[in-house]
């Protein structure tokens, strides 16, 4: 897989030259330890989903869609929207011949087309910090829970991101303007904030710090840097950029690359 795709993009899959990166990218996340948790984790703030009706928003390639499904069981139902045409194609193909009781649907999340007070839970992983209107999405999700109904939410707080490198200035350089290409890098420090302001009861929150394969750090943060640079955002020339991977590929082959960055899951009940 190509490591260029830029991670702030999130919001324009489908006009993306390289739509398929987002994908891929997604399939990497997703196979790390951590998000195992992360999942497990957000199904625990939902509470018992047994027969119950779940919005799933920015279901991506729809596998947590169809986990989701699972749980809420034969009686229940999941209604897994996403922005991305892309994203929902490929989680129509992944879901092909399942018996799940899962549907997709193109929606936005600052317009979602669903009555108030529809679903039991609702839950949005890694997708409030990309969107264009983040307090507009939180409002949505709110208004489409019954009352009593729980809501579960995970984004990183992007500002945590680490890495073990020689040039501390450089590196903070970087990760700063890593830090920046995403549209609410701070999300996951403000989640318990807005779901407060909102009235929401029983707030819940929970850090899940994810440890950083170097492959998995590269494909997130090389193509944000790349553009950066380019544009003059980030302050370093290209080959002081090329200079800046090269002690992170060495620690690689020697076993001692690390990177991490934190997210909160946070659960709440619409009163
Ligand atoms: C980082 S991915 C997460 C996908 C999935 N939730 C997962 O954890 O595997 C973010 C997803 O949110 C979608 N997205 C971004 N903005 C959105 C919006 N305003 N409404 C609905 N989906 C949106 C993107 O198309 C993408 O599929």
Same mark, same amino acid.
């Given at each position: 897989?190509s490591a260029?795709?830029n @991670?702030?993009?999130?919001t #324009?899959? =489908?006009?993306a030259?390289d739509?398929?990166?987002?994908i891929?990218?997604m399939?990497i996340?997703?196979?790390?330890?951590?998000?195992?948790v992360? %999942?497990?984790?957000?199904?625990?703030?939902? *509470?018992?989903?047994?027969? %119950? $009706?779940?919005?799933?928003?920015?279901? *991506? #390639?729809?596998?947590d869609?169809?986990?989701?499904?699972?749980l809420v069981?034969?009686?229940?139902?999941v209604?897994?929207?996403?922005?991305?045409?892309?994203?929902?194609?490929?989680?129509?193909?992944?879901?092909?011949?399942? $018996?799940?009781?899962v549907?997709f649907?193109?929606?936005?999340?600052?317009? !979602?087309?669903?009555?108030?007070? /529809? &679903?039991?839970?609702a839950?949005?992983k890694?997708?409030?910090?990309?969107?264009?209107? @983040?307090?507009k999405? !939180?409002d949505?999700?709110?208004?489409?829970?019954?009352?009593?109904?729980? @809501?579960?939410?995970?984004?990183y707080? &992007? =500002?945590?991101? @680490?890495?073990?490198?020689?040039? /501390?200035?450089?590196?903070?350089?970087a990760?700063?303007?890593?830090?920046?290409?995403?549209r609410? %890098?701070?999300?996951?420090?403000?989640?318990?904030?807005?779901?407060?302001?909102?009235?929401?009861?029983?707030? /819940?929150?929970?850090?899940?710090t994810?440890?950083?394969?170097f492959?998995?750090?590269? /494909? !997130?943060?090389?193509?944000?840097?790349?553009?950066?640079?380019?544009? *003059?955002?980030?302050?370093?020339?290209s080959?002081?950029?090329?200079?800046?991977w090269?002690?992170?590929?060495?620690?690689?082959?020697?076993?001692?690359f690390?990177?991490?960055? #934190?997210?909160?899951?946070?659960?709440?009940?619409k009163?």
């Amino acid at each position: 897989m190509s490591a260029t795709g830029n @991670i702030g993009n999130f919001t #324009t899959v =489908d006009t993306a030259p390289d739509s398929g990166w987002f994908i891929g990218f997604m399939d990497i996340a997703n196979a790390l330890p951590e998000y195992r948790v992360m %999942k497990d984790e957000l199904a625990a703030a939902m *509470g018992d989903l047994d027969g %119950k $009706t779940v919005l799933e928003v920015g279901c *991506g #390639t729809g596998d947590d869609a169809r986990e989701v499904a699972a749980l809420v069981g034969e009686g229940g139902k999941v209604v897994a929207t996403d922005l991305s045409t892309t994203m929902l194609e490929e989680a129509r193909r992944r879901s092909a011949g399942s $018996t799940l009781p899962v549907e997709f649907r193109v929606a936005d999340l600052s317009g !979602l087309d669903f009555p108030d007070d /529809t &679903f039991d839970a609702a839950r949005a992983k890694l997708v409030l910090m990309h969107c264009e209107d @983040i307090e507009k999405g !939180l409002d949505e999700l709110v208004r489409v829970v019954r009352p009593g109904g729980r @809501i579960a939410v995970f984004d990183y707080d &992007f =500002d945590t991101t @680490i890495v073990d490198h020689p040039d /501390t200035e450089a590196t903070r350089r970087a990760m700063r303007c890593f830090s920046d290409g995403h549209r609410n %890098k701070w999300s996951g420090r403000q989640l318990l904030r807005r779901m407060r302001a909102r009235g929401l009861q029983d707030v /819940t929150i929970s850090p899940l710090t994810v440890v950083m394969p170097f492959g998995f750090f590269r /494909t !997130l943060a090389a193509g944000r840097l790349a553009n950066a640079q380019e544009s *003059g955002q980030l302050g370093l020339t290209s080959e002081e950029l090329e200079q800046w991977w090269l002690p992170l590929l060495r620690a690689e082959e020697e076993g001692t690359f690390f990177a991490s960055f #934190t997210g909160f899951v946070v659960g709440a009940a619409k009163p």
